[in-house]
Structures are given as C-alpha cells and as structure tokens.
Antibody, heavy 119, light 108 residues
Framework: QVQLQESGPGLVKPSETLSLTCAVS?????????WGWTRQPPGKGLQWIGS???????DYNPSLKGRVTMSIDTSKNQFSLRLTSVTAADTAVYRC????????????WGQGILVTVSS | EIVLTQSPGTLSLSPGERATLSCRAS???????LAWYQQKPGQAPRLLIY???NRATGIPDRFSGSGSGTDFTLTISRLEPEDFAVFYC?????????FGQGTKVEIK
C-alpha cells in the first residue's frame, strides 16, 4: 500500500523559509510517477504547488513566483518542498501526493501538515 | 491558466437523492485530463474519477463522471450518508494544474 507522510515545522516566521519533507513507503519513488505538493488554506480550496520526477525534473505553479524549490532523495525514498519569503497568505495545510506520469491525477495523498506563518 | 468553475456552491439533498455537480473550464480540456475528488472534514482528498469518466479503484458505481470540452459533470446516483462532503474537479492537461473551488454536498 502506498503511503505518504509529511513532516516539518508547523510554525514559520514571516519572510523565512518553509521546508517540508514527504516520506513515501510501499512504493519506490524512482518508479514512473511524479511526486507533487498541494496546499489548502483553512476553510478554502486546493492549490497545486508543483511536482518533481525522480530525475529531478520539476514543474512549478508560476503563481508562486519563483519562491518554490522541490528536491528528491531517492536513497531515502522521499522528496521535499522549500517555499521562501513566506507571508501569512502561505498559511495552509500542505499535502504531498503521487501524480500520474502521463495523466496527472493525484491518486495517493498524505494526510497533510498545517503550517502557520506567524511571528 | 485554465480556470475551473464549479456549480452550485452548495447542494442540499437528502440520502437517496441524486446529486449532479458541474465543472466548467475556461478553455477546452481533454477528457483524459479531468479528475474529481471527494474531501471530508479533516481528511485528504480522495480520488473518485479520472479521465472524466473512469472510476478510481474502490469507488462505488453510484459515482459517475461525464463530459467533454469545457463542461464536465459528476453524478452521484443515490446519495449515501457517507457521501456528504466537498467535491473538487481538477484539470491536469495544461500546466499549472488547477482545481475548481469546490461544491459542498450537505444533508438537507
């Protein structure tokens, strides 16, 4: 069974960098899928942040204006998200997910981690 | 980017009734590139439908998807108590992936 689990700080100060990791179990991260991140502000809808392939190929949402970087560690079967210069508007539940290679539906999701941006 | 507009915002129905949810795209989306998700409070979204009409693994056949071009529909033939939730459509054919704003199906 594919399982994803996010980890990282739940509180980040404004202007600092949000860093999260998604550990994947039950499936090799080097297989033919992309691995992605979404976020959901409290009480609001879903936003796609971006995705990464095990080769390091990435695709980011341009609305995040160059603040996003994703990386992948195949030896640990995990991938990571960095979001710089955060503001209160970045407060959200962040979830990682498995994204199809040719068809990008998200079929396995982590439970999510609430990250609050506040001083 | 492709904007997805879902309607209605809220649907108030009773168990056993039929639910029809709409997702309209700002430009044409290939049927291969449209998915639907269900999200319950405090939970991650669950994939229901991919490729506009294909049920994901383990999804009951009371859930069905249809549509093409700019208009897509999710139908729940007979609502069960566990079906009440928020539903999102997603297009993944044009980067960036985008989601609709959601339709809440609530118990009347």
């Amino acid at each position: 069974q594919v399982q994803l689990q996010e980890s990282g700080p739940g509180l980040v100060k404004p202007s600092e960098t949000l860093s999260l990791t998604c550990a994947v179990s039950g499936y090799s991260i080097t297989s033919d899928y992309y691995w992605g991140w979404t976020r959901q502000p409290p009480g609001k809808g879903l936003q796609w942040i971006g995705s990464i392939y095990h080769t390091g190929n990435t695709d980011y949402n341009p609305s995040l204006k160059g603040r996003v970087t994703m990386s992948i560690d195949t030896s640990k079967n995990q991938f990571s998200l960095r979001l710089t210069s955060v503001t209160a508007a970045d407060t959200a539940v962040y979830r990682c997910a498995r994204r199809g290679f040719n068809y990008g539906y998200l079929d396995y999701w982590g439970q999510g981690i609430l990250v609050t941006v506040s001083s | 980017e492709i904007v997805l507009t879902q309607s209605p915002g809220t649907l108030s129905l009773s168990p056993g009734e039929r639910a029809t949810l709409s997702c309209r795209a700002s430009q044409s989306v290939s049927s291969w590139h449209l998915a639907w998700y269900q999200q319950k409070p405090g939970q991650a979204p669950r994939l229901l439908i991919y490729g506009a009409s294909n049920r994901a693994t383990g999804i009951p056949d009371r859930f069905s998807g249809s549509g093409s071009g700019t208009d897509f529909t999710l139908t729940i033939s007979r609502l069960e108590p566990e079906d009440f939730a928020v539903f999102y459509c997603q297009q993944y054919g044009s980067s960036p992936d985008t989601f609709g704003q959601g339709t809440k199906v609530e118990i009347k």
